[in-house]
């Protein structure tokens, strides 16, 4: 009995053997095949890093293409942090310093709470502007796009 079960093991540690490594001639790089629109990079292998993106300057905001979109950002914004410790835009953009520094003042939606709440420095919810707000660049869509501007801004 105590042999049947031994080899029965033994038979069943060598299919699963023979299904691993057909997993692993089938999916070299651990990705599954996963291909994203800029292109595949398997997980153990670092990609060349895309060029940089040329901000053209003085070009001016681009207008918004429908109501409530996060403005544009129309200038460059290398090197300017924002983290834990500091955020650079505010320091432009802040009400307390856009007048002196020319600057457009974040709206009053940036100081809301979720629940509408209204508070007297940047709502935490806003505080990482480039989650929404990205700067012009000169860069072509990824895939064919045929959004028409809404008649309101048109
Ligand atoms: C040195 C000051 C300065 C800093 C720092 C700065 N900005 Fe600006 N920003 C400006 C000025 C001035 C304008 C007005 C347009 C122009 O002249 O480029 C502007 C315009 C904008 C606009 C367009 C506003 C509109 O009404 O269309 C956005 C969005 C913006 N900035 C976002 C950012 C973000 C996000 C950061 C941080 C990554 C940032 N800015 C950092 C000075 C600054
Ligand atoms: C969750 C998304 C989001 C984040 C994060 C965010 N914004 Fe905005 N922002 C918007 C939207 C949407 C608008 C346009 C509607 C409005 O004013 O709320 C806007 C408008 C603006 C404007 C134009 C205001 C005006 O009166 O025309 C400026 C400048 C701006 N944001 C700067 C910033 C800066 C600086 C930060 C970071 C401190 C930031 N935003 C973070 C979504 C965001």
Redesign the pocket.
């Known amino acids: 009995m105590k042999r049947l079960v031994l080899a029965v093991m033994a038979v069943g540690m060598l299919v699963a053997g023979a299904v691993q490594s057909a997993e692993e001639l089938h999916n070299p790089g651990g990705i599954g095949g996963v291909e994203s629109l800029r292109g595949a990079s398997e997980l153990e292998a670092t990609r060349a890093a895309d060029a940089m993106k040329r901000f053209p300057r003085d070009q001016g905001?681009i207008d918004s293409d429908y109501v409530y979109q996060?403005?544009?950002?129309?200038?460059t914004?290398r090197n300017?942090e924002?983290s834990l410790n500091a955020n650079?835009?505010l320091?432009?953009?802040s009400w307390k310093n856009a007048n002196e520094?020319?600057?457009?003042k974040i709206s009053v939606t940036h100081y809301q709470t979720r629940e509408g709440q209204v508070l007297s420095d940047v709502s935490p919810r806003r505080y990482f502007?480039?989650q929404c707000?990205v700067p012009q660049a000169d860069a072509k869509p990824l895939v064919e796009n045929e959004f028409q501007r809404v008649d309101a801004l048109r």
């Open positions: 905001t996060p403005p544009l950002v129309p200038h914004i300017y924002v650079k835009c320091a432009c953009h520094m020319g600057a457009t502007c480039l707000h």
